[in-house]
């Protein structure tokens, strides 16, 4: 649970997504982490395909073998974003702490809106597992224990990815599990502001097809989701809707945490802070799935 100051604070910069409360909770997290481990080897910018956003960072200790793959795709309204905020320590915060669990840590970078349009996040997210698949064991981690981590639209581009079987392999996903913070999973339903039409289009009739509720309800990929206490409406709206479709079909409560006292942003910022709620979770996740 956060500290009672933190919290406040968090919950003073209220929900929207601003300039204030963007910088507000960037600069309020950002005092909250130590220094990076030295003893993490970063290998920056690998090309996991052919476009200049096709980008990933690679995050290990010496001696790492056979060790779990946990990759981090940035949010940013499909539109934006970047793995790596230079003098902040974000995103590298995330693959710090895969490292420092023994694991390897990925961040990357994929295709942006309007440019790119549906379906360029599923699409980015096979190449990259694809190359992971072939390439990741050169660099300790284990092919079959990759980990898809995202938050807001990766976290969209990661449910797209899991429940949609069209996008995958001959052999299926290839991945262990999906992790996603802060999602919206019926996109028909959600509030189509300028970022959801730069990316889905206009077309609100195609809509439905991009939809992940009954996907990851029929998956057999593990899945761990999150809304945090004060997230945007339209995503806390989503994670209900979510779990009760979720619960009619299956008889069950998915994994779905409920963040307390954080925001759309904090919870992905925060991991390895001393404010970390999700970090806990994603160790606990990933090692009952290896």
């Given amino acids: 649970m956060l500290p009672k100051a933190i919290r406040n604070q968090i919950e003073a910069l209220g929900p929207d997504l601003n300039p204030d409360m963007m910088h507000g909770t960037q600069g309020l997290i950002a005092g909250l982490h130590g220094e990076p481990d030295p003893a993490t080897k970063i290998v920056r910018d690998l090309a996991y395909g052919p476009d200049e956003r096709h980008k990933v960072d690679i995050f290990a200790k010496d001696g790492a073998a056979d060790a779990p793959v946990l990759v981090f795709v940035h949010g940013g309204g499909f539109v934006m974003g970047d793995k790596r905020s230079e003098g902040t320590p974000f995103y ?15 961040t990357i970078t994929y295709r942006l809106a309007p440019a790119n349009p549906w379906p360029a996040g599923p699409e980015d997210l096979a190449t990259l597992v694809g190359w992971l698949r072939a390439n990741i064991a050169d660099h300790g981690g284990n092919p079959d224990k990759i980990f898809l981590m995202g938050q807001s639209a990766g976290a969209v581009h990661v449910a797209s990815y899991a429940a949609l079987s ?98 759309h942003l904090s919870p992905a910022l925060a991991v390895g802070s001393s404010a970390d709620s999700l970090g806990p979770e994603i160790r606990a996740f990933v090692e009952a799935h290896s």
């Fill in 92 to 106: 590298d915060n995330i693959g710090q702490f895969a490292a420092a669990n023994g694991w390897i840590g990925a």
């Fill in 166 to 263: 069209r996008f995958h392999g001959a052999d299926g996903a290839g991945i262990a599990g999906a992790l996603m913070i802060s999602c919206i999973y019926d996109v028909e339903a959600a509030h189509a502001n300028q970022f959801h039409i730069a990316y889905y289009g206009e077309d609100k009739a195609a809509y439905a097809e991009c939809s992940t509720v009954e996907g990851l309800i029929e998956a057999d990929i593990p899945f761990l989701a999150s809304v945090s206490e004060f997230d945007i409406e339209d995503f806390q709206k989503q994670a209900a809707d979510f779990v009760g479709r979720y619960g009619k079909a299956r008889g069950a409560y998915p994994r779905m945490l409920y963040l307390e006292g954080h925001n």
